[in-house]
């Protein structure tokens, strides 16, 4: 059946991002329903963000178009150009090669919930606020100048 039973998804805070980094999104808590439901060429996540969460560190990826769908709640896209506030039925679109570092960060008092899409694959991500770099060949997080992190 093509429609996604949620609760039969799990749903995980799991991150790889290094401590400190880690504890911006302890408030996150996603479900890969692209997993659950067989994806092979690209990725989807439902998301919930508690109040005070981001969705991540602010990014973009040199290989990756993401899109993500607001579906309840409020949060606000935080990226190069400033900050715009999402609300339901909002969408914001991110081409791979573009450096707009972003990410979305709920501020409101209430969760909010969003679906985002993109890659399957790991890809190269940049983050251009703090000295971390998702090297897409390895999967693994390095300093900006190729140093493993501790």
């Given at each position: 059946m093509?429609?996604?039973?949620?609760?039969?998804?799990?749903?995980?805070?799991?991150?790889?991002?290094?401590?400190?980094?880690?504890d911006a999104v302890a408030g996150r808590f996603y479900r890969r329903i692209g997993d659950h439901a067989g994806f092979t060429d690209f990725g989807a996540s439902h998301v919930v963000l508690k109040p005070g969460a981001a969705s991540s560190q602010r990014h973009w990826h040199a290989d990756e178009d993401e899109m993500v769908v607001m579906?309840?709640?409020?949060?606000?896209?935080?990226?190069?150009?400033g900050r715009t506030?999402?609300?339901p039925g909002d969408l914001a679109i991110f081409p791979k090669g573009v450096a707009n570092g972003h990410h979305l960060i709920n501020e409101s008092g209430k969760e909010c919930i969003f679906v985002a899409?993109?890659?399957?694959?790991?890809?190269?991500?940049?983050?251009?606020?703090?000295?971390l770099h998702l090297d897409g060949a390895t999967d693994s997080f390095r300093r900006k100048n190729g140093r493993p992190i501790e």
């Open positions: 093509p429609k996604v039973d949620l609760d039969a998804v799990e749903a995980t805070n799991r991150t790889g991002y290094p401590v400190p980094h880690s579906l309840a709640g409020e949060a606000v896209l935080v990226e190069d150009e506030p999402m609300r899409v993109g890659k399957k694959a790991a890809s190269d991500c940049h983050y251009p606020d703090i000295d």
